[in-house]
C-alpha cells in the first residue's frame, strides 16, 4: 500500500471512530518493536489539532517457535488496547485509547491512543542529569503503578487468564 493510501485509510478510520474530519498531519513512523509498527501523527479532530499514536500489530506469535508459548500470552491488538483501558479504569497511567481499528479500516490490526510525551530509553533516564529528579521519585511511582496493575479485575482481561 502506498503512503498515500495508508494516510487516506488512516484518515478515514479516525474521522470514523475519534472524529471527523480526521485529516492527517506529519504522519511518522518510528522506531519499532519486535511485533508492532508505531506511527506518530496529529489530527484534525472537532476543531481542533491532537496527538496521537497508532499501533498496528503483527499477527499472533508462531506458538512452536516461541520459547515462551503457553507461559507468557502474545496478545493481540484488540487484546492489547482492552488491557490497557482496563488499567486505566484501574488508576494506571496509560494513553487513553481513543479506537480500536475494525476490518473495514483497511489497516490491519490495530488501535489509536493519545500520544503521551516523555522518554522511553532507559539510558538517557539512568545517566542524563535532566532526569535526576525522576530518578529520585521513579521507584516510589512504580511501586504505585504495579500496585494498580495488581486491581485489575480479571473479569475484564479474561485473555490473561
Given at each position: 500500500?502506498?503512503?498515500?493510501?495508508?494516510?487516506?485509510?488512516?484518515?478515514?478510520?479516525?474521522?470514523?471512530?475519534?472524529?471527523?474530519?480526521?485529516?492527517?498531519?506529519d504522519l511518522q513512523r518510528l522506531t519499532g518493536g519486535a511485533n508492532k509498527t508505531t506511527?506518530?501523527?496529529?489530527?484534525?479532530?472537532?476543531?481542533?489539532?491532537?496527538?496521537f499514536i497508532l499501533q498496528l500489530a503483527s499477527p499472533r506469535a508462531n506458538d512452536e517457535s516461541n520459547p515462551l508459548a503457553g507461559v507468557s500470552p502474545h496478545l493481540i491488538a484488540?487484546?492489547?488496547?482492552?488491557?490497557?483501558?482496563?488499567?486505566?479504569?484501574a488508576g494506571v497511567p496509560a494513553p487513553r485509547v481513543r479506537a480500536i481499528l475494525k476490518d473495514d479500516d483497511g489497516l490491519g490490526p490495530g488501535y489509536v491512543t493519545e500520544r503521551v510525551a516523555g522518554e522511553t530509553l532507559a539510558t538517557k533516564i539512568l545517566?542524563?542529569?535532566?532526569?535526576?529528579?525522576?530518578?529520585?521519585?521513579?521507584?516510589?511511582?512504580?511501586?504505585?503503578?504495579?500496585?494498580?496493575?495488581?486491581?485489575?479485575?480479571?473479569?475484564?482481561?479474561?485473555?490473561?487468564?
Open positions: 500500500m502506498s503512503s498515500e493510501d495508508f494516510a487516506a485509510r488512516l484518515q478515514a478510520a479516525v474521522a470514523r471512530h475519534v472524529g471527523t474530519p480526521g485529516t492527517i498531519h506511527w506518530s501523527f496529529d489530527a484534525d479532530v472537532a476543531g481542533a489539532r491532537a496527538q484488540e487484546e492489547d488496547a482492552r488491557l490497557m483501558i482496563a488499567a486505566v479504569k545517566r542524563e542529569e535532566r532526569f535526576a529528579n525522576a530518578r529520585a521519585t521513579m521507584a516510589k511511582q512504580c511501586g504505585t503503578i504495579l500496585a494498580a496493575i495488581h486491581r485489575i479485575p480479571l473479569a475484564e482481561v479474561p485473555f490473561l487468564m
